[in-house]
């Protein structure tokens, strides 16, 4: 090797990993040195680019498909790293099997390391060092606060999209512990495969920008361009790799049976018979068919892999716009007081009330109040409590000038809301009061606390049939809902998703919305909440909308005026 190869391997992740590593061929099971696809590439030019150009913070978002050598390359840079200069580096895996699947790629690496760098590794269980002092301590999001403890130049997110989200384990609280430690400097990689439209792996990519978006802003004099993050992208059409040999039988064959994303494909980027032929045995082979579930593990462009990932319940695109919308209709925030006969909104400018408002009453609509319990008082004192949801759905109407207007949420309690019994039933009677008297659905599965709190207050409740399953004919009314089975929790929540997907609901409120995201058919077929996640909103929500007919008309309180105490002496 002579000087020029010399220095350039040292200096470059890309060449090193090409010319100097051993990794397992995933068919043959075999070592052998590795010749990079095109994520990987892109992965490199964008940390060499920037590490050339003297960027402080380098950010690397990368979005991949599936089994692509994505977590492979961030490992080799990382390693690269470790043995060109001592440097503290954190791995964080999304869960422990992965992370020790990170291990054994840095003993392949330093076991196969053909470059003479006279540094060598000291394996530990969850900790590398080398004879330079750089480190590598790795761990997996399922750890408790995990990272947080030393300053690092280095940090490597694993499949950050599939980190817990809500609740004590928090994709979002792990970042904002971990990140900090590289004290605006150092290298930041976060690479995943797609996992829905929500979490911060989505969020941070909508944010980032492409390497030559960056490097125009940085040029301009942008200190932190974007959100600071450079996003990295390859769709499956793009590896040389994905093809299958084609004969001219099965290249009029496949000219005969084109599907309409087929052509659609043809058309719009170019795919060749060799690259149908690949999808086509990969989608029976992988996905049962299923060109969903193909382009959950093998996307085609940056935007549909997050909405067709994760098999989200309801219709991402349209959560996607009311999300957009939200930010047009922010909320007023203050309290309601009792006043005279009526209840009064006050509004608070520190933005910290108890409610929110997003539509005041208006004569002529008519509301109904939703309200879905936390199982009980004692959750609050658990580190990830269950909540009340609750709130205020406003039914379609039609202007005077004959503008119509959708099915919407008005109001809702500010949440998280885990306040006590007594605390709870005075929110509903406020909001029912505010909004002309109107009737209460209260989940009683859980809610009877609740309930007989709100029997004392006088406030309407909405009573549900009940059948005597002894005598069919006789039929009595008990107070609140109840879901008596998983067929009608489907139905309610079906019910919704089609509000959703017809567009025949306006939700302006972020939280429910970020809990929809996260309301994912799950292994089984039950439609539930995204492990870590809730989703009190959703079923509120969804009971609301189904008691929508229920509804009662808003009558403003008319207020007796009072006569004078000395009126029939004056007269």
Known sequence: ?????????????????????????????????????????????????????????????????????????????????????????????????????????????????????????????????????????????????????????????????????????????????????????GLAIAESTPDGASGWHYETWQGALTLDDFLRAWKAGESAPGNGWVKVFAAWFEFAENVKPVTEAMRARIDA??????????????????????????????????????????????????????????????????????????????????VGDGVEFQREGSGFGSFQIWEKPQPGCSYIVWCDPMTGEDQAESGDPDRHSIGVLRTEYQAAGGACYKDAVVARVRPPFTGTTVLTAEYIALLSEYYGGALVVLEVNMGLHVLERL?????????????????????????????????????????????????????????????????MWSKNGREEARSGCHDDDVLGLAMAYRCKGSATLYKPTVRRRRRPGDYKRVR
């Open 1 to 185: 090797m002579n000087d020029a190869d010399f220095h350039l391997v040292a200096h470059s992740p890309l060449v090193h990993f090409e010319t100097c590593t051993k990794v397992q061929n995933a068919t043959t099971k075999k070592l052998e040195t590795p010749r990079a696809n095109v994520l990987q590439r892109r992965m490199a030019e964008a940390v060499e680019v920037l590490t050339a150009l003297g960027v402080p913070a380098i950010r690397i978002i990368v979005t991949k498909i599936r089994q692509c050598g994505g977590t492979t390359f961030s490992v080799e840079v990382i390693y690269h790293l470790c043995q060109q200069r001592n440097t503290d580096a954190l791995i964080l895996a999304n869960i422990s099997a992965n992370s020790q699947g990170i291990l054994e790629r840095i003993r392949t690496f330093s076991e196969n390391d053909r470059f003479p760098w006279h540094n060598a590794l000291v394996p530990r269980e969850r900790r590398m060092k080398w004879a330079n002092g750089s480190t590598a301590t790795i761990t997996s999001a399922e750890s408790m606060n995990p990272g947080i403890s030393k300053p690092r130049q280095a940090v490597l997110f694993s499949e950050s999209a599939k980190y817990p989200r809500g609740g004590v384990k928090d994709d979002r609280k792990i970042m904002a512990s971990i990140l900090p430690s590289l004290n605006d400097a």
């Open 257 to 338: 049976t084109l599907t309409p994303r087929e052509a659609n494909g043809r058309r719009r980027y170019g795919w060749t018979h060799e690259q149908m032929a690949w999808r086509r045995a990969i989608m029976e082979a992988e996905c049962s068919g299923s060109e969903e579930t193909f382009d959950e593990f093998y996307p085609e462009d940056e935007v549909s892999c997050f909405l067709s990932s994760g098999r989200p319940r309801f219709n991402v695109a349209a959560l996607r716009r009311l999300e957009l919308a939200a930010g047009l209709h922010a909320p007023e925030t203050g309290s309601l007081v009792a």
């Open 455 to 519: 029997k004392d207050l006088g406030v309407p409740l909405y009573k549900r049939q009940v059948v005597d399953p002894y005598d069919r004919e006789k039929q009595s009314y008990m107070l609140g809902w109840k879901l008596k089975d998983r067929d009608q929790r489907r139905d309610v929540i079906d019910s919704l998703a089609l509000a959703f997907h017809n567009e025949a609901l306006d939700v302006f409120c972020p939280h429910i919305l970020a809990e929809c995201k996260n309301f």
